[in-house]
């Protein structure tokens, strides 16, 4: 079949290359004009450590793991280790692959096999489903006409927007936003990783790999932003801050406004009653994201495309069978990870003073130098 995929992230190219290994003649719309990179290490879980595996990349991913969860400690204005991570509580078992999102999305990009191809600096404008396939008109100005779309866009697909209805009708604000940015100044540094809270707020400092960010969360109820206008993200995040002067928040900050890397979301979760709706299908954050507080994102886009592409082959030319059958396997998973995201928030954003010293005093580990 001829396919169409938007977004170059971890579902969409993990769709090209099951697709694409197949036998499908596959090509991924990217709207940036390069893989976006960025990105804290990210957790591969469960039955996705299979998924990567029967796609020959365990040996690989294995290769770049890190431990950045281990190494990180909640310390004090003046930087001393007060808590640790509970790593037991929020790794599922020692078999947990945790490594840096860049090196995941370099991994799959260069596993794509020749029958899958991406196109930069475009994406899907319109699209009509129809008899024998969907004709599709992209930002570019070009057409074409596809046996299915795989929307694979993110929490704020496009495609999903286009066949499903507006964003607002599948998502559920989970009152945190999230953001991080580059940290120069600090990548040759050999501290610890930390993270600092002021009540209702974290900032922290991310090593690995020759590497540092800076990174950021805050709870918020819902705000209107644009989802590509950088310059108003940084501001939401200064504002959120505003008043905050304590251990390094206003170097992090202005860390945070000189990046041209910036990333921000929120913690938001997609529930969607069905992920597909005539040759078109959604996979990944675009159908079912778990918010970034379960950990969990990156597993679903994986065993989400495995099960998408073994369906397909199991079903031949009936597609909406194909459909029903990943949708019925991969609907476990998504519950699950979509219930497990308030204790990690209750655990990195205490809203009070009192609430952050109790997180710290049950978290006390021998050798934090907490008192
Ligand atoms: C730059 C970046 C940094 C991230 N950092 C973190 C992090 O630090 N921690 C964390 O837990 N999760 C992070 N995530 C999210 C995480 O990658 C996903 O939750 C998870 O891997 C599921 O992947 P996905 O492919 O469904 O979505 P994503 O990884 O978000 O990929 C979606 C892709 O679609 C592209 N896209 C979006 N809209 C369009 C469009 N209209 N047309 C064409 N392409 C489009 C995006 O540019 C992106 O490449 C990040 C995502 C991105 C894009």
Redesign the pocket.
């Given at each position: 079949m001829n396919i169409l995929v938007?977004?170059?992230?971890?579902?969409?190219l993990a769709c090209a290359i099951e697709l694409g290994t197949r036998g499908h003649d596959v090509t991924v719309?990217?709207?940036?004009r390069h893989l976006?990179l960025?990105?804290?290490p990210?957790d591969i879980r469960g039955d996705a450590i299979e998924a990567v595996d029967r796609m020959g990349l365990l040996a690989k991913i294995q290769k770049q793991r890190v431990r950045m969860s281990e190494l990180t400690q909640f310390v004090d204005s003046g930087g001393e280790p007060v808590a640790r991570i509970p790593m037991a509580e929020i790794s599922d078992s020692d078999d947990d692959i945790e490594l840096l999102?860049e090196d995941l999305v370099r991994i799959l990009a260069d596993a794509l096999p020749d029958t899958a191809t991406i196109r930069f600096g475009d994406?899907?404008e319109a699209l009509t489903d129809g008899d024998g396939g969907v004709d599709v008109r992209f930002a570019s100005g070009r057409t074409g006409r596809y046996d299915l779309v795989l929307g694979?866009?993110?929490?704020?697909?496009?495609v999903r927007r286009l066949v499903f209805g507006p964003e607002e009708d599948y998502h559920r604000h989970l009152g945190v936003y999230f953001a991080?940015a580059d940290h120069p100044g600090e990548a040759r540094s050999e501290g610890a990783n930390a993270i600092y809270n002021v009540p209702r707020r974290m900032a922290g400092i991310f090593r690995y790999a020759g590497k540092a960010v800076a990174v950021f969360q805050f709870r918020s109820e819902p705000i209107d932003y644009d989802h590509r206008d950088l310059d108003a993200q940084k501001k939401i995040l200064v504002d959120a801050f505003a008043g905050h002067r304590s251990w390094r928040i206003p170097e992090l900050l202005e860390v945070a406004r000189a990046d041209p890397g910036f990333?921000f979301t929120s913690a938001s979760q997609i529930h969607l009653p069905s992920w597909y709706r005539g040759r078109v299908v959604l996979v990944?954050?675009?159908g079912y994201?778990p918010a970034?507080l379960s950990g969990r994102?990156?597993s679903l886009?994986l065993t989400g495309a495995r099960f998408l592409a073994e369906e397909l082959q199991r079903c031949g030319h009936d597609h909406t069978a194909a459909f029903a059958r990943y949708e019925a396997r991969q609907r476990p998973y998504v519950t699950f990870a979509q219930d497990r995201v308030h204790s990690g928030r209750d655990r990195m954003l205490p809203t009070t003073w009192a609430a952050i010293a109790a997180r710290n005093k049950a978290l006390q580990a021998p050798g934090t130098g907490a008192p």
């Open positions: 938007s977004g170059a992230g971890i579902a969409g719309v990217e709207y940036a976006r960025s990105g804290t990210i999102r994406s899907i694979a866009d993110g929490q704020h697909s496009a991080l990333y990944g954050d675009a994201c970034f994102g990156t886009a």
